[in-house]
């Protein structure tokens, strides 16, 4: 009898931002979730002049295969992520975030890589007219175009992308981290409110520390713990805050906490205060560990968020509606406890990556 021909894998590549961002974060799981399955993974990180190296050594020592390129320039990104497709051999890209999405699928094509895959991961992207004109293009070159959430998939058909090539998979987060919050009754952890949220133009740090000045009037002071990096000025622009409104000994800056879900597993209610978002992983993470949530109504949350269900959604922008939504849930534990049960009940339900990591696998072995 003949042996059978052993399958050789595929060969996936995931090229990404090397910030450790959300898409960051959604590429390491991606790989790391192929371990043992038909997938062949590789992770390539555009470096960050802000990141310390220590963050790509540990995802080495982790077992996670990783190289980095260049982020000087593009030139010098596209040149760098070539030479690595042409030793790795990969038979799909995946191209995470922007500008990422053109530095890699131009580096592939240049390569000869079989398939390129474009995943976008905001709603709201910073699309120069030439930059959309290069999107376009590549766009008519390219295999599949993701959108991570059903928001970002429509705000792709808006700017032009062709239809029959633009799809929608949900991010996913690695849902084991939070097995044991079933354990922790709401009514044992600390009132406190916890946003996980680099310090950016995007994130809505001033709305967030305005709405708790509003709460220490009526006499409610909870702590806010603000967990993430980011850049300085807008850190420092929120510290600054804070000590005008007299904030100091409410608000925490955490910077970058290395254990979240026990950071969210402690405290009740998670707050994510935002301009624009794509799929926000922080706030999926909340909902896994129990929390009850508080989000701005902005697309990518709107999907996930069920107001009055499993969670609450305020105006973007509005001190005074977020203020109203933290003060129930503050004032009225029992419900608010309810609305964190349903809102882990979604979160293991729909957004585990495992069944990202099925959808994605699909589009790689079809």
Known sequence: MTPSKKTEPVRVLHFVS?????????????????????????LVLRRKRQIP???????????????????????ASIWQLKQICLRF???????????????GRYAGLWAGVPNL???????????????????????????????VSEGVKGRLLELGFPSEKVI????????????????????????NIVMCARFSGQKDHETAIRALKLLKE???????????????????KAETLSKELGLKDQVVFIGLCKDVPALLKQNQICLLSTHYEGMPLALIEGMAAGCAVVASQV????????????????????????????RRLLTQPEQA????????????????????????QALFTA
């Open 337 to 360: 406890a309810t609305l964190a049960q349903h809102a882990r009940q979604d979160a293991l339900a729909r957004h585990g990556v495992e069944l990202m990591r099925q959808r994605y």
């Open 218 to 236: 009526t006499g409610l002071t909870p702590k806010l713990l603000l967990a993430g990096g980011g850049k300085q000025r807008y850190r420092n």
């Open 168 to 191: 929608s998979i949900p991010n996913g987060i690695a849902l084991g981290k939070f097995q044991d919050a079933e354990t922790i009754s709401y009514s044992s952890r600390a009132p």
């Open 18 to 42: 090397g910030g450790f961002s959300g898409a960051t974060q959604v590429a390491i799981d991606l790989v790391k979730a192929a371990n043992g399955t038909s997938v062949q993974p590789l």
């Open 299 to 326: 697309v990518g949350i709107k999907e996930i968020i069920d107001h009055d269900r499993n969670g609450l959604l305020v105006p973007e922008g509005c001190p005074a509606d977020m203020a109203n939504a933290l």
């Open 117 to 147: 895959i474009h995943v976008e991961h905001n709603s709201r992207e910073r699309y120069t007219y030439l930059r959309l004109k290069q999107a376009r293009w590549l766009a008519h070159r390219t295999r599949h175009i993701i959108g």
């Open 89 to 103: 051999k990969p038979q799909t890209l995946v191209a995470h975030g922007f500008s990422e999405h053109l530095i």
């Open 53 to 75: 190296t220590t963050r790509v050594e540990s995802l080495k020592d982790e077992g996670v295969p990783v190289e980095t390129v260049s982020g000087l320039n593009h030139a």
